[in-house]
């Protein structure tokens, strides 16, 4: 699922993110990550996630349809700000590494996974686990 809106972490305050950083639609390791988590969106029920890469809407619009996520992917595509801004654009290729990183509900990096450990998102979702929003009694 893609849409044409802009995503800030500060809307998403109160509960945790996954920000998964991927290079490339339609590869082997990207593809096998995002079904990874399409597999266990049930696992983050109070974590919102995100695939993100450098490709262009109309790229990540056919490469979720093909793959049927029901999470957004996001486009850094324009400027590239947000892979520059987490440290994981390869200039040299204009793509971002693959990296993932859990937000807080606080706004704070609490968990990151880089390269091929990356693909599973295991250690993302017990991250959410751990910093999941307390319950107010």
Known sequence: STQRTSVT????????????????????GCTKEMLAYQAGIGKFENARVFGISTDNVPSLAA?????????PLLSDFARREASRAYGVLMPDRGIANRATFVIDPEGKIAHIEEGSAAIDPTGAEMACRRVRPQASR
Request: positive net charge; aromatic residues 18%.
């Open 63 to 71: 490469f979720a349809e093909k793959l049927n996520v029901q999470f």
């Open 9 to 28: 972490l500060s809307q998403l305050r109160g509960q945790p993110v996954v920000l998964a950083f991927f290079p490339a639609a339609f590869t082997g």
